[in-house]
């Protein structure tokens, strides 16, 4: 499976910005709570642990597991092509995101797969951050 | 312990317009003008006696205020929510005295056109998750597959689960699957749409209408109407559904404090249920609900559901007109239409073979761990 070609994309705005600077650069960014330290996904105003404003854009590692997934062969929409494996990335640092699995076939994705950020870029402004298996 | 007071509101009107796959030639203020007249009807009352007023449609939007205008009233209560959490906030108003009867009604028709997508109410925009493919059957499928991982549970068990209800739906003359039966092995060989749902395994998309009408239990026996009576309810909510990653082990257990509070309400537990009018948008989502609700242990609902438990003369019926899988799927009147399916076979309304057997008490539900929440009541055939 590849990354898609022809997607809709992030409109990022104020809260969200930093996120997709950051994939374009390369880099899995989130925000980590200065106060009691958890991570959080996707960005928010406050910190949903503890409810502190004293909110911290850092770097991630990229590497996680598979905590669940689907393989898709009914499309959102016609522009994606078929199938896709939608996942949900349990990240080394604890935070879940959705993302889509590359590299691999339908048949190889399990639960606990060890997988990584790769970064692919749609647009100019817009790069999508997929995983692949780690160490592929 | 103090009365509750949700026991002395009852549901006096039901009443479902035509659905169908595309209902041609009508639109959204026929469906719920149909909806209302067939409420007020069933309930006997007059449109000037309603009070209290939470009307809509998908489309068009039409609200409450166009809808007093049409029924002649003016009401000094609206509600806001839709579905079984419109129906707890409409008794909640009853109950305290901010209204003495409520008219629900829903319509949704001409919503879905572009069919190389999936439904447009299916489709989330958020930026998190729109670009990577995600609509509802693929969130539901993120729990199911989880599930499936953890504890072993097998297509077998969904395939089940939508092979009874769309059982009860092929014998149902007002379903929109009248007259096509299906079994485990048709889910099963029915073509992958988000693995682990085969088509089969998925809800339908349709058109239709519904509205209900509550009262105290004081007015309606004035009232030439078969009331049915509240017993529990509750919700359970855990934030920005389709937005968020449907993690199982956050809101895998969604509706376990709903059910919690509305048996306790009720003063009965699970084994009490004669009717599960459980919310099928996807096969797996009723065997976690099993789960949640306390009917059978974490993990076991896929041994639950098997053996005939879930089928209509079974243990704990599921869905008996058909469900969203053959029944009808349509806007947010579908919502509406489990607490209504509920009060119908309570009332005994359905053919005899999807009538249950002295069935005195029903269960229905709204929502799943994909979407994020679970909303739920229980209503009997006597007051408590």
């Given at each position: 499976?590849?990354?898609?070609?022809?997607?809709?994309?992030?409109?990022?705005?104020?809260?969200?910005?930093?996120?997709?600077?950051?994939?374009?650069?390369?880099?899995?960014?989130?925000?980590?709570c200065n106060d009691c330290g958890t991570h959080?996904?996707?960005?928010?105003?406050?910190?949903?642990?503890?409810?502190?404003?004293?909110?911290?854009?850092?770097?991630?590692?990229?590497?996680?597991?598979?905590?669940?997934?689907?393989?898709?062969?009914?499309?959102?929409?016609?522009?994606f092509e078929v199938p896709y494996s939608v996942a949900i990335v349990e990240m080394e640092e604890g935070w879940h995101m959705l993302s889509n699995l590359i590299d691999l076939e339908p048949e190889e994705v399990k639960v606990g797969l060890a997988v990584e950020v790769v970064f692919h870029a749609a647009s100019d402004e817009i790069t999508l951050p997929y995983f692949r298996p780690a160490g592929a | 312990?103090?009365?509750?007071?949700?026991?002395?509101?009852?549901?006096?009107?039901?009443?479902?317009?035509?659905?169908a796959r595309v209902l041609e030639g009508v639109n959204e203020v026929e469906l719920l003008v149909d909806a209302m007249r067939g409420t007020l009807a069933d309930a006997g009352v007059a449109p000037h006696e309603v009070d209290g007023v939470n009307v809509r449609s998908a489309v068009w939007r039409i609200n409450a205020r166009e809808v007093s205008h049409w029924?002649?009233?003016?009401?000094?209560?609206?509600g806001g929510e839709f579905g079984i959490a419109g129906v707890l906030e409409a008794a909640g108003a009853i109950a305290t005295s901010q209204a003495s009867v409520v008219l629900m009604a829903d319509a949704q028709c001409g919503q879905y056109t572009e069919r190389a997508l999936t439904a447009p109410w299916t489709r989330p925009t958020n930026e998190f998750v729109e670009c990577w493919g995600l609509y509802t059957a693929a969130e539901f499928a993120l729990i199911a597959q989880r599930h499936m991982a953890v504890y072993g549970t097998r297509p077998e068990a969904l395939a089940e689960v939508s092979a009874a209800i769309r059982s009860n739906g092929a014998i149902n003359p007002d379903a929109v699957y009248y007259g096509r039966p299906c079994t485990p092995e048709d889910v099963l060989a029915s073509r992958m749409v988000a693995d682990p749902f085969h088509l089969l395994d998925c809800c339908m998309t349709s058109e239709g209408g519904a509205g209900l009408l509550l009262t105290t239990v004081e007015r309606a026996l004035d009232l030439d109407c078969e009331p049915i009576y509240i017993l529990g309810g509750g919700l359970d909510?855990?934030?920005?559904?389709?937005?968020?990653?449907?993690?199982?082990?956050?809101?895998?257990?969604?509706?376990?404090?709903?059910?919690?509070?509305?048996?306790?309400?009720?003063?009965?537990?699970?084994?009490?249920?004669?009717?599960?009018?459980?919310?099928?948008?996807?096969s797996f989502e009723l065997i976690r609900q099993f789960e949640a609700f306390g009917f059978c242990d974490?993990?076991?609902?896929?041994?639950?559901?098997?053996?005939?438990?879930?089928?209509?003369?079974?243990?704990?019926?599921?869905?008996?007109?058909?469900g969203l899988m053959a029944y009808s799927h349509a806007g947010t009147a579908q919502l509406l239409q489990k607490t209504i399916s509920a009060v119908l076979q309570l009332r005994g309304k359905y053919i005899p073979e999807l009538t249950v057997p002295n069935a005195k008490i029903a269960m229905a539900t709204n929502g799943g761990a994909g979407a994020l929440f679970t909303d739920l009541m229980i209503v009997g055939k006597e007051q408590p």
């Open positions: 499976m590849k990354p898609q070609r022809d997607t809709p994309l992030p409109r990022p705005n104020v809260l969200t910005r930093p996120h997709w600077d950051g994939c374009r650069e390369g880099k899995l960014m989130v925000q980590r959080v996904f996707i960005p928010t105003p406050v910190c949903s642990s503890c409810m502190s404003s004293d909110m911290q854009w850092v770097e991630t590692s990229g590497k996680g597991r598979v905590y669940s997934f689907t393989t898709v062969w009914r499309p959102q929409r016609p522009e | 312990m103090a009365r509750n007071p949700l026991h002395d509101v009852c549901i006096a009107g039901v009443y479902n317009t035509q659905q029924l002649g009233c003016s009401p000094k209560w609206n909510r855990f934030g920005m559904s389709y937005v968020m990653a449907p993690v199982y082990d956050k809101y895998g257990l969604a509706g376990r404090r709903a059910a919690q509070d509305a048996f306790e309400q009720g003063g009965i537990g699970p084994q009490d249920v004669d009717v599960c009018e459980f919310y099928d948008p996807f974490e993990g076991e609902g896929g041994d639950f559901v098997m053996d005939g438990r879930v089928r209509i003369d079974g243990d704990f019926p599921l869905c008996t007109n058909g």
